[in-house]
């Protein structure tokens, strides 16, 4: 029989496979982290200045791993969202008050978010990391998966799960086929200084290129993420400050007074992607690699981070053999609607809210109207804001989806 060097294999430290890693410390499970970066090496990408909004359920999830408490030094409350389209009446306010919770969600940077993950990962006896170094070929088997390195070394495990992202390359390795949509739309993401305190509400305002999103966070700033017409995004990041945030404000209004400051702008094309198949013989696809959305509603990395708490919950009860086929099946079925329900939910924000038709203007005001008026219905709103609608059966190790 081949010498199987691990019981599991992560491909991608960024933030939902250093989450996994993190979740599985207290296992028996020998577990190896294979990434194409030096830990806290500033050109990570997953790790850089974005903010990122964690829904209340995903904050129970790291209450859960006993990591949330070294994140909340870093984070933001979100008390209130307050929702709008421009051009047209009707707005919707969610209060985490209402909802008897203490946040409806929270705002932190993605590097203080890698900072905290890779500084428990480097206190986790069941742990190699592996980099920088990347994968360039596989060979699956019935009892382990093969992996060649990029520096000609062969590493094996019974489970191999891949996090490496939207491009994932384990998922170009299998040929899995994905669903592919290009929205025609790019993100503007940067940190903005408005003239007014944001008191912990965060804004998402629709408009006919897309919805822009400022998000609360510390030292009075708020974190953008501008969904622009792709081809548009060129001209803006180009511009000097002052233009740039008088377009801005044209678009977002004074909800928070003058926009006074911005920070580094960056860009990135928007497209759904979702794998065929999550789950192939020994081999799982786990966040962007599984489904990359779409950031209307920030959903992307919280739905990630679910896929995290149920194959966690899955492979510590099964350390035996954490790649036995049925196990893998548990997971897929267990995640499929969830994956599912958020997709097709964010799809047809884009679709609905994306667009200058003066007849959906005119419904879609009223509909944030009628949401904002009816508490069964905002209570609905927010429980998918937060993550807590989700039908899932609860984690024998403490974690709620």
């Not at 940190?191 to 007014?196: C, G, Q, T």
């Not at 965060?202 to 974190?223: H, N, Q, V, W, Y």
Request: proline share 3%; aromatic share 4%; charged share 20%.
């Amino acid at each position: 029989m081949a010498q199987i060097d691990f019981d599991l294999i992560v491909v991608g430290g960024g933030m939902v496979g250093a989450s996994l890693a993190c979740a599985l410390k207290n296992t028996s499970l020998k577990i190896a982290i294979i990434e194409a970066f030096e830990p806290n090496s500033t050109q990570q990408p997953s790790y850089d200045d974005r903010g990122i909004a964690l829904a209340y359920g995903s904050q129970r999830i790291f209450e859960s791993m006993g990591l949330w408490h070294q994140l909340a030094a870093h984070s933001t409350e979100i008390s209130d969202i307050h929702v709008s389209d421009r051009g047209h009446f009707g707005v919707t306010r969610l209060s985490a008050e209402k909802e008897n919770v203490p946040a409806l969600g929270q705002v932190l940077t993605a590097r203080s978010m890698g900072q905290v993950l890779n500084h428990t990962l480097s206190q986790q006896n069941n742990l190699d990391t592996i980099c920088p170094t990347s994968v360039i070929s596989l060979k699956q088997h019935d009892d382990h998966v093969e992996l060649i390195l990029n520096d000609d070394r062969s590493i094996s495990a019974k489970l191999i799960v891949a996090a490496d992202g939207a491009q994932s390359t384990i998922r170009q390795l299998l040929g899995l086929g994905a669903l592919e949509h290009d929205y025609g739309q790019t993100a503007i993401t940067a940190n903005i200084s408005p003239e007014r305190a944001h008191r912990g509400r965060a804004f998402e305002r629709f408009t006919d290129s897309g919805p822009i999103a400022l998000l609360p966070m510390s030292d009075k700033r708020c974190s953008l993420v501008w969904t622009v017409k792709t081809g548009d995004e060129s001209t803006l990041l180009q511009l000097p400050e002052n233009e740039f945030l008088a377009q801005l404000q044209d678009r977002f209004g004074y909800r928070l007074g003058k926009l006074k400051q911005v920070g580094q702008r960056n860009s990135y094309p928007l497209k759904l992607i979702q794998a065929d198949q999550a789950v192939q013989q020994r081999i799982v696809l786990i966040g962007n690699a599984a489904h990359s959305l779409h950031p209307i509603a920030g959903q992307g990395f919280n739905l990630g981070l679910r896929d995290v708490a149920a194959l966690a919950d899955v492979l510590a009860d099964n350390t035996n053999d954490c790649g036995d086929p049925r196990l893998l099946h548990d997971y897929a079925q267990w995640r499929l609607k969830d994956q599912d329900d958020v997709i097709k939910d964010t799809s047809s924000l884009v679709t609905i809210f994306s667009n200058n038709n003066p007849i959906l203007g005119h419904l879609r005001g009223a509909a944030l109207t009628l949401i904002d008026a009816l508490p069964s219905a905002k209570h609905v709103l927010a429980q998918k804001s937060m993550g807590l609608n989700r039908k899932q059966p609860r984690l024998s190790r403490g974690i709620r989806l």
